[in-house]
């Protein structure tokens, strides 16, 4: 039963990672890369489809995406896609290649992004202490059920400490990276 709750609330605190990981990568940065049109919807014969399942998508240079849709016949609406994805890119059609050149980003609009990011680290911050509380929740309704000692549930509770902080500091240098990745020109 303890070992039961000490797993699940990693398998938690884990996916609450991936989650911040996941968002993180949605950042743009002034550098290119082909997860930032994973998301990007196009209209592929009537039903909504994934632009990474209608076209080959590559890097051209450090500061330009690649596209290359399967279909010929693809291609205008897979860049009309992209610009309408409200993602600041501005794709260029040359042939039956679609170059999305990255713009530069402002010290500003860097700003605006590092307090976005730590808005997300925190929000994730959250969630690992809430999976904490829940855990220890859980502790202390075995204690009352006398199921587990005193002895035990503190044991486990510093367990749950030590990975929360864990997944703090692993959230904390993910943070950091990002900042890294943002500032630099």
Excluded: C, W
């Excluded at 010290?107 to 976005?116: A, G, N, T, V």
């Excluded at 809430?130 to 202390?140: E, H, T, V, Y």
């Amino acid at each position: 039963m303890i070992t039961e709750i000490r797993k699940d609330a990693e398998a938690r605190m884990r996916k609450s990672l991936d989650a911040l990981r996941a968002d993180l990568g949605k950042v743009r940065t002034g550098r290119a890369h082909t997860g930032l049109l994973d998301h990007v919807m196009v209209d592929y014969y009537g039903s909504p489809t994934l632009v990474t399942q209608v076209a080959n998508i590559t890097l051209v240079d450090a500061r330009t995406i690649g596209v290359q849709p399967y279909e010929k016949s693809m291609v205008g609406k897979v860049e009309r896609a992209i610009r309408d994805a409200d993602l600041g890119l501005n794709p260029a059609t040359n042939g039956e290649l679609i170059r999305v050149p990255m713009p530069m980003l402002t010290e500003e609009r860097r700003r605006d992004m590092i307090k976005l990011v730590k808005s997300e680290g925190e929000d994730a911050k959250i969630a690992v202490r809430n999976i904490r509380r829940d855990a220890n929740g859980s502790l202390k309704d075995l204690l009352k059920k006398k199921e587990i000692s005193e002895d035990d549930e503190r044991r486990v509770q510093d367990d749950i400490q030590k990975l929360t902080d864990r997944f703090v500091s692993e959230i904390d240098q993910m943070l950091a990276a990002k900042e890294v990745d943002l500032m630099a020109v």
